[in-house]
């Protein structure tokens, strides 16, 4: 965290919507001085400047420069600490569109305010005591998050799942490390009942850790998204069934081969999966340059992709090429046996039928996308998706697996227990808690020693 | 100035902190309130035990003298958890009571610089800001001056012992409490708690059936706590065990509304680690029994000391319960069992060098501090005695890290988190006690003590005689390769390793491999079972000394003594009114407050960094 820190006082303005066409865009600014700094570049500037907290202000921002206006906004103005990074903060909503919010951006800079980095607004937010170190996170991820799912899911942190389900298993294993230590601290041969060590809570201990290890690639995917790429020959179907999935004639779609040169790409979701959608030029040599080039990039996508639909025309059939290529795939590609609708044979083993003119096997296949991807299990509640918790995860994991190891080798406990010890501390991490006084809490409220 | 230093107690905290003034060359007064009574051990008759033995081991290593007196007058000494691992092993000695206060005594008469005074401290005398310290008054109306004082009270200050309905101001049982301190720091605007702790009847050993015990022998070789390498030679007397039973439950509970405790007359913690009968019976219903050690209170003396029975109840119930234990029905009680409870120092008042931060050259230690044990207030004893000593030296305290000392650790978790229950110590407290162990002291801390003034070249010189040793055998039993068979009774296919290999066996241990190595035979049995140590639990090791050094990073980010929480907006109210209280004096420390969030500290560090250097 401290490496990127700049000054968290400074002056800061970014796009708080997407860049691109829309029909309205916030820009957000925050820091000292903020809605002096604004009403350099805003009329009337004295209605901005006096605006209470949670006032609107309509008006103009320009140009310092030659006084020429940018764009008409609305300003909303936080005074500190009602703010969502505590710091005084306007708002400006002007049209949407890049060259106004370009031109709004350009004029805020001329009044002093710099570029925010990454997550600098929420990273104030953090050090102003507006969020905690979770919260900052999910908050992160809700604003970056591709789909409702996502959000769902980074929602869900900040309401606490994964913290139950992390603290549950940390208490179980605060309950075998107290037995044990007290077991430990006491002289062996004046402890009249030595705890066992429960291996039984070990190792459900260790199920919950893999399981909820496993929810990271969900939540990352959830998160960012996968890339799912169309290939197949030429007139395959490839640029249909894009838009099918799509449900927009954005491709051009058309009879003469090789068509689609370049290559297109749209994000969809999949019931809530971010999916990358990417149309490719088809993989048939050509001596056309610009086709060829199409066709090359089209190879790499492929080879990028995390999921391919391989499209082969069921009014032609298999060709030798097909064969080659699917010979050589993985469970990365699903074989979709296109043009269902005049299919000159049955769908070879393994293909799905799918149809563009009659939206035949349209749900099967996106079905198929998602579970293998996801697989058919629901998913959990408590997902984790930030790098900081997998490591904490993976940690205390690994430590609890040489525990449970060296119990069964016998080594001493005192050295071991040192492994159990830290699980619990990454565990603690996550919920962000110190725990060694637990351990001498819990030692005491539950066995009677001492002399 | 009458002194340059004074220290109030003549208990384990006040000697070394006496001993230690005085070596670095303070003129320095300790005055207690009977001369007779300096180094008694109030409770239980014995020194060391688990992180206890380590704490007396590290006094020596520091150049305190907890070691070097019980090395002179044990009666028994054992290695404990010799079958488990490393950090859990420790030495413990039987004490002979008379002795060891006597020695104790002896050894403050003999120290240069060092005066011994009776009476009893009243109230402190502070200079006109009424911010610094400057010397004491007693009870017989005596003001003596000095540029600094350590407070040492044990369970004195303001103390009040019960046995059933008897009730009376008393310290420990036949002494008068020392009292009008408690009042007067009250007064100064410390806060000032109660704690309690109780300590068992002590029997007529000629009363008592030892046929019907079992017997607690002391190991046949006896080893020195201290690293000074002078021999011990002791008489080595057993201890025994008998236990109580559903009947002795029974007596309790039925007298149970006439302990103290229980009927509400006393109003201080006592600790969970050492719980009376009392309260074991009630808050453990369900044990059939409980152990009890019958252990010698000294040579020359009939009386027995009955540990694990501690019991406040009155004196005709407490001889009823005991009586039906086995080898105890015709048990004469020489004087009974009490409880104490007694005036302490919320030790979050205090800084890590245990100065308090209300006024200066104020240092406190000891069971003041909310401890309890011998050992915890010696080790105290002595860090207040060597910072108040480098304070009148203008050098900077000497604070011992969580790594490397339990007595780093006990100070830190004092001072950071305070207590409200007596403070023992335990190896599970030190997050690191792999790098802690008992046999590594010397290693850890002579170089501290000798810099601060208090250890000799000799004693340096021995310590690094010890890790040339270390490394030398160690590299012998790496070289040495073993031939197949060349040890009975291992398996098969040892051969062609080398010794060190060898010696990470579990089954091997390094009396194994002596016969092999002729060179190292005239080394001790403390080095030798040191390097065998190291060789067997170096992964662990290795894994601790990298955790260490994750932790010293945040150690190392010092928080300025005039650091302003005040302005933070990141934080929450109650952090910051922590922070203020506690004024830690690293990131680390400030990380170790309860209630201080992870986010805080982040807050923390962020500002830290981005102060001008
Ligand atoms: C009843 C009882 C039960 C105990 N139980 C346990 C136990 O279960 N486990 C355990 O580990 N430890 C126990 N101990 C505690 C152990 O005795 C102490 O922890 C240890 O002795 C503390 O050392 P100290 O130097 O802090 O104080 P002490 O050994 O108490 O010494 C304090 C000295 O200071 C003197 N003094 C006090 N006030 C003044 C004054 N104002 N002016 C002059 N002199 C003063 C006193 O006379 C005394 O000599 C018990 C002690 C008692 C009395
Ligand atoms: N009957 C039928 N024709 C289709 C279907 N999908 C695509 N086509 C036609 O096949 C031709 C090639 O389609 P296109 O999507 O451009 O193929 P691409 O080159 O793989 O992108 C077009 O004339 C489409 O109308 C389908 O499901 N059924
Ligand atoms: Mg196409």
Same mark, same amino acid.
């Given at each position: 965290?401290?490496?990127?820190?700049?000054?968290?006082?400074?002056?800061?303005?970014?796009?708080?919507?997407?860049?691109?066409?829309?029909?309205?865009?916030?820009?957000?600014?925050?820091?000292?001085?903020?809605?002096?700094?604004?009403?350099?570049?805003?009329?009337?500037?004295?209605?901005?400047?006096?605006?209470?907290?949670?006032?609107?202000?309509?008006?103009?921002?320009?140009?310092?420069?030659?006084?020429?206006?940018?764009?008409?906004?609305?300003?909303?103005?936080?005074?500190?600490?009602?703010?969502?990074?505590?710091?005084?903060?306007?708002?400006?909503?002007?049209?949407?569109?890049?060259?106004?919010?370009?031109?709004?951006?350009?004029?805020?800079?001329?009044?002093?305010?710099?570029?925010?980095?990454?997550?600098?607004?929420?990273?104030?937010?953090?050090?102003?005591?507006?969020?905690?170190?979770?919260?900052?996170?999910?908050?992160?991820?809700?604003?970056?998050?591709?789909?409702?799912?996502?959000?769902?899911?980074?929602?869900?942190?900040?309401?606490?799942?994964?913290?139950?389900? *992390?603290?549950?298993?940390?208490?179980?294993?605060?309950?075998?490390?107290?037995?044990?230590?007290?077991?430990?601290?006491?002289?062996?041969?004046?402890?009249?009942?030595?705890?066992?060590?429960?291996?039984?809570?070990?190792?459900?201990?260790?199920?919950?850790?893999?399981?909820?290890?496993?929810?990271?690639?969900?939540?990352?995917?959830?998160?960012?998204?996968?890339?799912?790429?169309?290939?197949?020959?030429?007139?395959?179907?490839?640029?249909?069934?894009?838009?099918?999935?799509?449900?927009?004639?954005?491709?051009?779609?058309?009879?003469?081969?090789?068509?689609?040169?370049?290559?297109?790409?749209?994000?969809?979701?999949?019931?809530?999966?971010?999916?990358?959608?990417?149309?490719?030029?088809?993989?048939?040599?050509?001596?056309?340059?610009?086709?060829?080039?199409?066709?090359?990039?089209?190879?790499?996508?492929?080879?990028?992709?995390?999921?391919?639909?391989?499209?082969?025309?069921?009014?032609?059939?298999?060709?030798?090429?097909?064969?080659?290529?699917?010979?050589?795939?993985?469970?990365?590609?699903?074989?979709?046996?296109?043009?269902?609708?005049?299919?000159?044979?049955?769908?070879?083993?393994?293909?799905?039928?799918?149809?563009?003119?009659?939206?035949?096997?349209?749900?099967?296949?996106?079905?198929?996308?998602?579970?293998?991807?996801?697989?058919?299990?629901?998913?959990?509640?408590?997902?984790?998706?930030?790098?900081?918790?997998?490591?904490?995860?993976?940690?205390?994991?690994?430590?609890?697996?040489?525990?449970?190891?060296?119990?069964?080798?016998?080594?001493?406990?005192?050295?071991?227990?040192?492994?159990?010890?830290?699980?619990?501390?990454?565990?603690?991490?996550?919920?962000?808690?110190?725990?060694?006084?637990?351990?001498?809490?819990?030692?005491?409220?539950?066995?009677?020693?001492?002399? | 100035?009458?002194?340059?230093?004074?220290?109030?107690?003549?208990?384990?905290?006040?000697?070394?902190?006496?001993?230690?003034?005085?070596?670095?060359?303070?003129?320095?007064?300790?005055?207690?309130?009977?001369?007779?009574?300096?180094?008694?051990?109030?409770?239980?008759?014995?020194?060391?035990?688990?992180?206890?033995?380590?704490?007396?081991?590290?006094?020596?290593?520091?150049?305190?003298?907890?070691?070097?007196?019980?090395?002179?007058?044990?009666?028994?000494?054992?290695?404990?958890?010799?079958?488990?691992?490393?950090?859990?092993?420790?030495?413990?000695?039987?004490?002979?009571?008379?002795?060891?206060?006597?020695?104790?005594?002896?050894?403050?008469?003999?120290?240069?610089?060092?005066?011994?005074?009776?009476?009893?401290?009243?109230?402190?005398?502070?200079?006109?800001?009424?911010?610094?310290?400057?010397?004491?008054?007693?009870?017989?109306?005596?003001?003596?001056?000095?540029?600094?004082? *350590?407070?040492?009270?044990?369970?004195?200050?303001?103390?009040?012992?019960?046995?059933?309905?008897?009730?009376?101001?008393?310290?420990?049982?036949?002494?008068?409490?020392?009292?009008?301190?408690?009042?007067?720091?009250?007064?100064?605007?410390?806060?000032?708690?109660?704690?309690?702790?109780?300590?068992?009847?002590?029997?007529?050993?000629?009363?008592?059936?030892?046929?019907?015990?079992?017997?607690?022998?002391?190991?046949?070789?006896?080893?020195?706590?201290?690293?000074?390498?002078?021999?011990?030679?002791?008489?080595?007397?057993?201890?025994?065990?008998?236990?109580?039973?559903?009947?002795?439950?029974?007596?309790?509970?039925?007298?149970?509304?006439?302990?103290?405790?229980?009927?509400?007359?006393?109003?201080?913690?006592?600790?969970?680690?050492?719980?009376?009968?009392?309260?074991?019976?009630?808050?453990?219903?369900?044990?059939?029994?409980?152990?009890?050690?019958?252990?010698?209170?000294?040579?020359?003396?009939?009386?027995?000391?009955?540990?694990?029975?501690?019991?406040?109840?009155?004196?005709?119930?407490?001889?009823?319960?005991?009586?039906?234990?086995?080898?105890?029905?015709?048990?004469?009680?020489?004087?009974?069992?009490?409880?104490?409870?007694?005036?302490?120092?919320?030790?979050?008042?205090?800084?890590?060098?245990?100065?308090?931060?209300?006024?200066?050259?104020?240092?406190?230690?000891?069971?003041?501090?909310?401890?309890?044990?011998?050992?915890?207030?010696?080790?105290?004893?002595?860090?207040?005695?060597?910072?108040?000593?480098?304070?009148?030296?203008?050098?900077?305290?000497?604070?011992?890290?969580?790594?490397?000392?339990?007595?780093?650790?006990?100070?830190?978790?004092?001072?950071?988190?305070?207590?409200?229950?007596?403070?023992?110590?335990?190896?599970?407290?030190?997050?690191?006690?792999?790098?802690?162990?008992?046999?590594?002291?010397?290693?850890?801390?002579?170089?501290?003590?000798?810099?601060?003034?208090?250890?000799?070249?000799?004693?340096?010189?021995?310590?690094?005689?010890?890790?040339?040793?270390?490394?030398?055998?160690?590299?012998?039993?790496?070289?040495?390769?073993?031939?197949?068979?060349?040890?009975?009774?291992?398996?098969?296919?040892?051969?062609?390793?080398?010794?060190?290999?060898?010696?990470?066996?579990?089954?091997?241990?390094?009396?194994?491999?002596?016969?092999?190595?002729?060179?190292?035979?005239?080394?001790?049995?403390?080095?030798?079972?040191?390097?065998?140590?190291?060789?067997?639990?170096?992964?662990?090791?290795?894994?601790?000394?990298?955790?260490?050094?994750?932790?010293?990073?945040?150690?190392?980010?010092?928080?300025?003594?005039?650091?302003?929480?005040?302005?933070?907006?990141?934080?929450?109210?109650?952090?910051?009114?922590?922070?203020?209280?506690?004024?830690?004096?690293?990131?680390?420390?400030?990380?170790?407050?309860?209630? *201080?969030?992870?986010?805080?500290?982040?807050?923390?560090?962020?500002?830290?960094?981005?102060?001008?250097?």
């Amino acid at each position: 965290m401290m490496e990127s820190i700049h000054d968290p006082d400074d002056a800061i303005a970014a796009p708080a919507t997407p860049w691109g066409i829309s029909a309205l865009a916030v820009i957000r600014t925050t820091g000292c001085r903020c809605i002096e700094k604004v009403s350099t570049v805003f009329k009337p500037s004295d209605r901005l400047k006096k605006a209470l907290g949670g006032m609107a202000v309509y008006g103009e921002v320009f140009n310092p420069a030659d006084g020429s206006p940018a764009d008409q906004v609305i300003a909303l103005v936080f005074r500190a600490p009602a703010s969502y990074t505590g710091q005084d903060t306007v708002e400006l909503c002007c049209h949407g569109g890049i060259p106004s919010v370009r031109k709004v951006l350009d004029a805020l800079k001329a009044a002093g305010f710099r570029d925010a980095g990454p997550g600098e607004f929420t990273l104030r937010a953090f050090l102003n005591g507006k969020v905690d170190l979770t919260q900052a996170e999910a908050v992160n991820e809700l604003i970056t998050a591709k789909t409702r799912r996502a959000h769902d899911l980074a929602f869900n942190r900040l309401s606490g799942a994964l913290w139950k389900k *992390v603290d549950e298993i940390k208490q179980s294993l605060v309950e075998v490390l107290s037995a044990l230590e007290l077991t430990l601290d006491y002289p062996e041969d004046e402890i009249e009942e030595p705890e066992e060590i429960s291996l039984p809570t070990l190792s459900s201990a260790r199920g919950k850790l893999q399981s909820l290890l496993k929810t990271y690639r969900t939540g990352r995917l959830f998160q960012q998204g996968i890339r799912l790429a169309l290939a197949g020959r030429t007139n395959a179907g490839k640029s249909s069934l894009f838009n099918l999935l799509l449900r927009e004639d954005r491709a051009i779609v058309s009879e003469i081969h090789g068509t689609t040169r370049d290559y297109l790409e749209s994000w969809i979701t999949m019931n809530g999966l971010p999916v990358l959608l990417l149309d490719t030029a088809g993989l048939r040599a050509s001596d056309h340059p610009v086709e060829a080039e199409g066709i090359r990039r089209s190879e790499e996508i492929i080879e990028n992709a995390d999921l391919v639909l391989y499209l082969v025309d069921a009014s032609r059939g298999l060709s030798a090429e097909d064969r080659e290529y699917l010979e050589k795939s993985t469970d990365r590609v699903i074989p979709v046996w296109s043009k269902a609708d005049i299919a000159a044979a049955e769908p070879p083993e393994g293909f799905l039928p799918v149809s563009t003119v009659t939206d035949q096997g349209r749900e099967d296949l996106e079905r198929r996308i998602y579970e293998s991807v996801l697989g058919t299990e629901p998913l959990d509640a408590a997902v984790i998706d930030s790098e900081r918790q997998k490591d904490c995860l993976t940690r205390a994991l690994e430590a609890l697996e040489r525990f449970i190891g060296d119990v069964g080798e016998g080594i001493p406990l005192d050295a071991a227990s040192a492994d159990l010890k830290e699980a619990v501390d990454a565990l603690g991490e996550i919920t962000g808690e110190v725990t060694s006084s637990d351990i001498l809490q819990r030692m005491f409220s539950r066995f009677c020693v001492g002399k | 100035m009458d002194y340059d230093a004074l220290v109030i107690g003549g208990g384990h905290a006040g000697i070394e902190a006496a001993l230690a003034l005085a070596r670095l060359g303070y003129s320095t007064l300790l005055v207690t309130q009977s001369l007779d009574a300096i180094g008694r051990l109030s409770c239980n008759p014995s020194i060391g035990g688990l992180s206890k033995g380590n704490i007396v081991r590290e006094i020596d290593a520091l150049g305190g003298e907890m070691a070097r007196l019980i090395d002179r007058v044990m009666i028994q000494f054992r290695i404990l958890n010799l079958r488990r691992g490393p950090a859990v092993r420790a030495f413990r000695a039987q004490a002979d009571k008379f002795s060891y206060s006597r020695l104790a005594k002896e050894t403050l008469e003999h120290q240069k610089d060092l005066h011994l005074f009776q009476d009893t401290v009243t109230d402190l005398l502070l200079d006109s800001s009424g911010r610094v310290v400057q010397g004491v008054k007693t009870e017989r109306g005596n003001t003596i001056s000095a540029r600094t004082v *350590v407070l040492t009270t044990g369970t004195f200050m303001e103390g009040m012992i019960f046995i059933g309905e008897h009730t009376a101001p008393s310290g420990r049982l036949g002494e008068p409490a020392a009292l009008g301190l408690g009042t007067a720091l009250r007064n100064l605007g410390f806060t000032v708690g109660r704690l309690k702790t109780g300590t068992p009847a002590r029997a007529a050993g000629s009363s008592l059936d030892y046929d019907k015990m079992e017997e607690q022998p002391g190991d046949p070789e006896i080893l020195a706590f201290s690293f000074s390498g002078a021999p011990v030679n002791r008489p080595n007397l057993p201890c025994y065990i008998t236990y109580t039973n559903e009947e002795t439950h029974r007596i309790i509970r039925e007298n149970i509304h006439r302990s103290p405790l229980y009927g509400g007359k006393i109003v201080g913690k006592g600790p969970r680690y050492c719980p009376s009968i009392e309260d074991k019976v009630v808050r453990f219903p369900d044990r059939p029994r409980h152990q009890v050690f019958v252990e010698p209170e000294g040579l020359g003396t009939d009386e027995v000391y009955l540990n694990g029975i501690s019991s406040s109840l009155p004196e005709e119930v407490q001889e009823k319960f005991l009586r039906t234990l086995p080898g105890l029905e015709n048990l004469r009680i020489f004087r009974p069992g009490y409880a104490v409870e007694y005036d302490y120092l919320d030790p979050r008042q205090l800084f890590p060098s245990l100065e308090t931060k209300r006024i200066k050259g104020l240092y406190v230690a000891g069971q003041t501090n909310g401890t309890s044990g011998y050992e915890e207030a010696a080790c105290q004893g002595l860090m207040a005695g060597i910072n108040a000593a480098l304070a009148l030296n203008g050098r900077e305290p000497l604070i011992l890290s969580r790594a490397e000392a339990y007595t780093g650790v006990l100070i830190d978790d004092l001072v950071t988190l305070g207590t409200e229950e007596p403070y023992r110590m335990f190896t599970s407290r030190a997050e690191y006690r792999l790098c802690l162990r008992h046999d590594t002291a010397d290693l850890r801390l002579t170089g501290k003590g000798y810099r601060v003034g208090l250890q000799s070249s000799e004693a340096m010189e021995r310590m690094e005689k010890k890790r040339q040793s270390l490394e030398e055998i160690r590299e012998l039993l790496k070289q040495r390769t073993l031939k197949e068979g060349e040890i009975p009774g291992l398996p098969e296919g040892q051969g062609g390793k080398k010794l060190e290999v060898l010696l990470r066996n579990p089954q091997v241990s390094i009396a194994d491999v002596l016969p092999l190595l002729p060179e190292v035979r005239d080394f001790s049995r403390e080095i030798l079972e040191c390097v065998e140590t190291d060789i067997k639990y170096e992964g662990y090791i290795k894994r601790q000394e990298q955790q260490v050094r994750r932790f010293e990073k945040l150690e190392s980010i010092r928080i300025p003594p005039d650091f302003d929480y005040q302005p933070l907006e990141g934080m929450s109210a109650e952090s910051k009114e922590k922070l203020r209280l506690i004024r830690p004096v690293s990131l680390g420390q400030a990380s170790r407050i309860s209630g *201080v969030r992870s986010s805080d500290i982040a807050v923390l560090m962020v500002l830290l960094a981005r102060r001008p250097k």
